[in-house]
């Protein structure tokens, strides 16, 4: 079972003793406050509003900010490797060109993860940044330990045949705490492969909308042969729809919410966390500021 849905029966738990009707000092009842506290804050490629996305140091800056989770996505190198990296080509984020998959990791960590940032957002620049590397999976799991919280998404797995088992073998040999760990995909099929190698596993169906989204009680049962939540983009989103999934006993973490406005709105409607490039507003909106 979840970490967040002991920590929100705990709390229910907690308001029941005392009345669960208190106003606390910034004016929102005691029930609210923690409601507000238990919004999963999932650091969405580290702090990447702020440095490199996948890069150790947005990793480390995510973790400063409190956020709860370290997103992490995946791409496999030509000689099976997994590494940390958003796109299935090099071009944007490093100062190399080409598919992810024509190259060795060797030849991967040559290339500079960091430059590129300070050019795009000349306002976070900073000299550090020049030269960071593309970390592994297994550098990360060593920097940042079995217990880290890792919400980690298996990408293009369809171009990477046997990245699931890879990724479930490094889980092990580095005695990952499964309780703290979420694995997402947009891929039901991926998911469904780690599901049946690992039962234990909790997974996130991730999902995408192009207009006001809608999901029905069949879609919802299908998911929930398999995860514990979905994970859909927070533009289109409505009330309705989270409560529809939540009342259904899914979590739901939207991705990418930026702006605090929007993440006041969206856990106002009941969602149990999202993915955020700056964990920082996120807090900030969890605290009532
Ligand atoms: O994993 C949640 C969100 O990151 C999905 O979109 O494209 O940013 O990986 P993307
Ligand atoms: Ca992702």
């Not at 979840?2 to 029930?31: F, N, P, Q």
């Amino acid at each position: 079972m979840l970490e967040l849905k002991r920590k929100w029966l705990s709390a229910l738990g907690a308001l029941v003793i005392v009345g669960g009707i208190a106003t606390t000092t910034d004016g929102r009842t005691a029930l609210a406050k923690e409601k507000y506290k238990n919004i999963e804050n999932v650091s969405h490629r580290g702090a990447s509003g702020y440095a490199p996305e996948h890069t150790i140091t947005s990793y480390q800056m995510g973790e400063k900010m409190h956020g709860d989770y370290i997103e992490i996505d995946l791409q496999m190198t030509k000689d099976g490797q997994l590494i940390a990296m958003h796109d299935e080509k090099l071009d944007r984020t490093t100062d190399g060109t080409g598919l992810v998959k024509d190259f060795t990791l060797d030849e991967i960590k040559h290339l500079d993860a960091g430059s590129w940032f300070n050019e795009a957002y000349p306002q976070y620049a900073k000299s550090e940044y020049v030269g960071l590397q593309v970390p592994t999976l297994e550098e990360i799991f060593r920097k940042f330990g079995k217990n880290a919280s890792y919400y980690i998404e298996t990408k293009s797995p369809d171009i990477y045949p046997g990245m699931e088992k890879e990724l479930l073998r490094l889980i092990d040999k580095y005695d990952i705490n499964k309780q703290k760990l979420l694995l997402q995909s947009f891929s039901a099929d991926s998911l469904k492969i780690m599901n049946e190698m690992d039962p234990s596993l909790n997974l996130i169906q991730l999902l995408s909308y192009k207009k006001n989204a809608v999901i029905t009680d069949e879609e919802i049962a299908k998911i929930k042969e398999y995860a514990i939540g979905v994970g859909p983009n927070h533009t289109y989103l409505n009330q309705e729809y989270i409560q529809k999934v939540v009342n259904s006993g899914l979590e739901i973490h939207p991705y990418t919410v930026n702006d605090k406005e929007r993440m006041q709105q969206l856990i106002d409607w009941g969602v149990t966390g999202m993915f955020t490039n700056f964990p920082d507003l996120l807090n900030e909106v969890k605290k009532g500021k």
